[in-house]
Antibody, heavy 119, light 112 residues
Framework: QVQLQESGPGLVKPSQTLSLTCTVS??????????WSWIRQPAGKGLEWIGR???????NYNPSLKSRVTISVDTSKNQFSLKLSSVTAADTAVYYC???????????WGQGTLVTVSS | DIVMTQSPDSLAVSLGERATINCKSS????????????LAWYQQKPGQPPKLLIY???TRESGVPDRFSGSGSGTDFTLTISSLQAEDVAVYYC????????FGPGTKVDIK
């Protein structure tokens, strides 16, 4: 059973960079059919796709966030990571990592981690 | 981007009754080369991540009870819970994967 776990600071100051890591267990991040993705959800609101990465390092980002987002992968650690720069209060949300089947749908999700942007 | 809308925003259904949730996309998500609708449905319970229910608009994910079904094509889709159970109380989201991923705003399902 694949499991994903987000980790990283729960509080980030405005204008700084949000950094999160997702650790994948129960399966290899290098499995051919899967991409790996980040999604966020502000409190009481809907879901916003942030971006995705393949094990080759190929990335694709939501155009609305593209200028601030970097997703990377470390296959040796079975992890992938998110960096979001120049954060504001609008970036406060629960951040989920998820397995992305062939860049179609999300079949496994982490439990999510709340990141608050505040001074 | 393809904009997804859902209706109603919320609904309350008696236990054992049918719940119907609608999802509409601003443009077709039917890919003509394979005749597949690039649409998925998720269930999110409070404090939990979303759970995949349906993909390709009508294919049930493994382990999902058969009271959940998806239908529709092109721009109009429906998620039906044939006989609502207490554990089905949740917010339901549709998601298109025809182009840049977008989600619907969600529909909250409660017990009447």
């Amino acid at each position: 059973q694949v499991q994903l776990q987000e980790s990283g600071p729960g509080l980030v100051k405005p204008s700084q960079t949000l950094s999160l890591t997702c650790t994948v267990s129960g399966g290899s991040i290098s499995s051919g059919s899967y991409y790996w993705s980040w999604i966020r959800q502000p409190a009481g609101k809907g879901l916003e796709w942030i971006g995705r990465i393949y094990t080759s390092g190929s990335t694709n980002y939501n155009p609305s966030l593209k200028s601030r987002v970097t997703i990377s992968v470390d296959t040796s650690k079975n992890q992938f990571s998110l960096k979001l720069s120049s954060v504001t209060a609008a970036d406060t949300a629960v951040y989920y990592c998820a397995r992305f089947f062939r860049a179609y749908y999300f079949d496994y999700w982490g439990q999510g981690t709340l990141v608050t942007v505040s001074s | 981007d393809i904009v997804m809308t859902q209706s109603p925003d919320s609904l309350a259904v008696s236990l054992g009754e049918r719940a119907t949730i609608n999802c509409k996309s601003s443009q077709s998500v039917l890919y003509s080369s394979n005749n597949k609708n690039y649409l998925a449905w998720y269930q999110q319970k409070p404090g939990q991540p979303p759970k995949l229910l349906i993909y390709w608009a009508s294919t049930r994910e493994s382990g999902v009870p058969d009271r959940f079904s998806g239908s529709g094509s092109g721009t109009d889709f429906t998620l039906t819970i044939s006989s609502l159970q207490a554990e089905d109380v949740a917010v339901y989201y549709c998601q298109q994967y025809y182009s840049t991923i977008t989600f619907g705003p969600g529909t909250k399902v409660d017990i009447k």
